[in-house]
């Protein structure tokens, strides 16, 4: 499957930004879809996911309450609506696809995810 992330940009401290990650090839159903971030200083790490089912989401605690994941199976998309965003957020921000028939289980490790989106910067200033 190819991803396609997008939705990236510069905001102020408190704002919000939507990233939306588009698959072709595949339905979106078919796959577990995560979010991940990457900086240098801590690597990359999981920030939310949502299974098969479309129903078991699940967040990092950094982030719980302010962001969302969703999915529109229509559109072959996941979106993560990111609000009250912090300087603490900036960061590159990858989707990835897992392709186990688990319908619920969570992964939340990046060698769980067999393909991955190009990535796309979010900026946040203080």
């Known amino acids: 499957v190819q991803l396609q992330a997008s939705g990236g940009g510069l905001v102020q401290a408190g704002g919000s930004l939507r990233l939306s990650c588009t698959t072709s090839?595949?339905?979106?159903?078919?796959?577990?879809m995560a979010w991940f971030r990457q900086t240098p200083e801590n690597g990359r790490e999981f920030v939310a996911t949502?299974?098969?089912?479309?129903?078991?989401?699940d967040y990092a605690d950094s982030v719980k309450g302010r962001f969302t994941v969703s999915r529109d199976d229509a559109k072959d998309t996941v979106y993560l609506r990111m609000n009250s965003l912090k300087p603490e957020d900036t960061a590159v921000y990858y989707c990835?696809?897992?392709?186990?028939?688990?319908?619920?289980?969570?992964?939340?490790?990046?060698?769980?995810?067999?393909?991955w989106g190009q990535g796309t910067l979010v900026t946040v200033s203080s």
């Open positions: 990835a696809a897992n392709s186990r028939e688990s319908y619920n289980s969570i992964y939340w490790r990046t060698d769980e995810y067999d393909s």
């Open positions: 090839g595949r339905t979106v159903s078919s796959y577990n």
């Open positions: 949502i299974t098969r089912s479309g129903i078991t989401r």
